[in-house]
């Protein structure tokens, strides 16, 4: 019986000290991930302020530093307009996508009507279609409306997005239902209730759409290339593919200009990361 306990003890013992080394292991892991993660973003930093005879010598810090590839990058290139454009149709795209988006989501989350569970089934269903299959059929939809070269050709079909409506619902599945029905109670409706219960409540979540949303309207490329030609249209991603193909071998105007643009986005995310790891926590998004 005494080797009985001496062994529980010595196993427990080995237990907690095989905890700290795994924990290590971890954390040499996560380490390891965060700089292979973040290396391509600080060479693309470093080389943007190198000349065009040493943006190709491997080294990750800049042997000439020079500011004159963002003087040319701004001077040569309407690239202020880029950056408007991108920012002006990714901010009302995500305005946009989250007031409808928690409409929808409440009513199918909360109302009682016919085919509720169909609808949700058929929005569900528009994941499984990838973008590339609706391409041209959203083009010809454009181009019948007249919204070709325009800034509702750009925003409008970018509106709706089956992955917010989604994940909106099943957050308002787990609200609880007596905060809604003490304010029905008090005798207001579901538009009362929607505006001043539910979507302060919606806070954390409507907070990580909005990162999200914003960053992929940001990016976009493949529909601005494809719906608009007008070059007072031209969102950042199109104008760094064109400075790319009239500049091919001077990449270092080709990583000053995505530097400036990843910027934003950086300087989004470091400021709302606190935020973002809370509304994903709440939300429970994995």
């Not at 004159?68 to 408007?84: G, K, Q, S």
């Not at 505006?195 to 907070?207: A, E, F, Q």
């Not at 606190?274 to 939300?283: G, N």
Request: proline share 5%; net charge positive.
């Amino acid at each position: 019986m005494a080797s009985d306990t001496l062994t529980t003890r010595t196993g427990g013992a080995a237990g907690r000290s095989g905890r700290p080394s795994s924990r290590a292991a971890l954390t040499v892991l996560a380490v390891a991930v965060s700089v292979i993660s973040v290396l391509p973003v600080l060479w693309m930093v470093s080389s943007s302020f190198k000349t065009r005879s040493t943006v190709t010598d491997g080294n990750l810090i800049p042997r000439e530093f020079t500011f004159d590839n963002f003087v040319y990058v701004f001077t040569e290139v309407p690239f202020a307009r880029y950056l408007w454009n991108s920012f002006f149709v990714s901010a009302v795209i995500t305005v946009a996508a989250l007031f409808f988006h928690s409409m929808a989501a409440y009513a199918l989350a909360r109302l009682r009507f016919p085919g509720r569970e169909k609808l949700f089934g058929a929005i569900f269903a528009t994941l499984l279609v990838t973008a590339p299959v609706v391409l041209i059929p959203l083009f010809l939809v454009a181009r019948e409306l007249g919204l070709l070269d325009s800034y509702a050709g750009l925003i409008v079909p970018a509106i709706f997005n089956a992955f917010g409506i989604f994940l909106l619902r099943q957050f308002y599945l787990g609200l609880p239902k007596e905060l809604e029905e003490a304010a029905i109670v008090d005798g207001c409706g579901h538009w009362r209730v929607y505006w001043n219960i539910v979507l302060p409540l919606s806070r954390p979540i409507l907070s990580a759409l909005a990162i999200f949303f914003f960053l992929a309207n940001w990016n976009a490329f493949v529909w601005p290339l494809v719906v608009t030609n007008d070059q007072d249209l031209t969102v950042v991603q199109l104008g760094i593919a064109s400075f790319q193909t009239q500049y091919s071998s001077n990449w270092n105007y080709i990583l000053a200009a995505s530097t400036v643009a990843a910027l934003p986005m950086l300087l989004l995310f470091f400021a709302f990361q606190r935020q973002i790891v809370e509304s994903v926590k709440t939300s429970g998004l994995k």
